[in-house]
């Protein structure tokens, strides 16, 4: 039997609106990404997967993304942020190391907790019950460095798990899960499509396909994965023009789900070739 899996990348909130117009348009051509037997969801893609993998329907979710985001907290994700996010990432030392950095840093910015951050999840996803799917919502424990994926069986509520996947360092404060700090899964790998293997499908859908390293680049982990037929679809020059460049702009959300609509369009056929 064919193992698929749907990975979902990072990319703030134009991302997760790029996504599900990605999604919605490729489900009305006929390509439901949606019903993967496994979903990998970092920072804006554990927010699409949770959603998808409980309930919401794509016509609903896209729909949401055109109106007033009313719910939303808006951020400046500048690039002198990400410029002081480089060292820690470039300095010698194990991957652990470099993410303990960056978590040294994010705390040291923001104490944890961030609950205003959490009820704006909670009103993206509506639940704090995962489901029967399987879905893996990434992060990385502040403290550490250590890099996990949490599911329905680690004992964290599904708004909590998300929540930390999207506390992008220096921006968000880190998430308090059992007494553990944790941030953005995108500081390992902006998609983390190496959780994926064993699959005999998988399609990446990455807002920032950008990498730190050729080892957590998505070609690099797609190779590894073993999967027969993959894909993968990143935004276009229209994309990243109508996204925008600050993705925490709530803004640009809806422009960012019109553009994922369009471009599905673009690439249907080459999924529907590795995904059918």
Known sequence: MTRTALVLGGGGIT?????LGILKGLADAGVDLSQADLVVGTSAGSVVGAQITTGQTLDDL????????????GAEL?????????????????QEKKLKRVGKVSMKAHSPGGE???GVIRSRIGTVDWTHRDLKVTAVEAETGEFVAFDRNSGVDLVHAVAASCAVPLVWPAVTINEK?????????????DLAAGADVVVVIAPLPQAFS????IRAQLASTGAARTAVVTPDERALLDIGKNVLDPAKRADAAR????QAADVVEKVRAAWC
């Open 259 to 262: 553009t994922g609509l369009r």
């Open 214 to 217: 050729k080892a957590t680049s």
């Open 62 to 73: 896209y729909a949401t993304q055109l109106e007033p985001a009313d719910h939303e907290i």
């Open 15 to 19: 991302g997760i609106a790029w996504e």
């Open 116 to 118: 205003k951050r959490i």
């Open 181 to 193: 700090h944790y941030v953005d899964g995108g500081m390992r790998s902006t998609a983390n499509v």
């Open 78 to 94: 500048s690039r002198f942020t990400m410029l002081r996010l480089v060292p820690p990432m470039l300095w010698p030392g194990t």
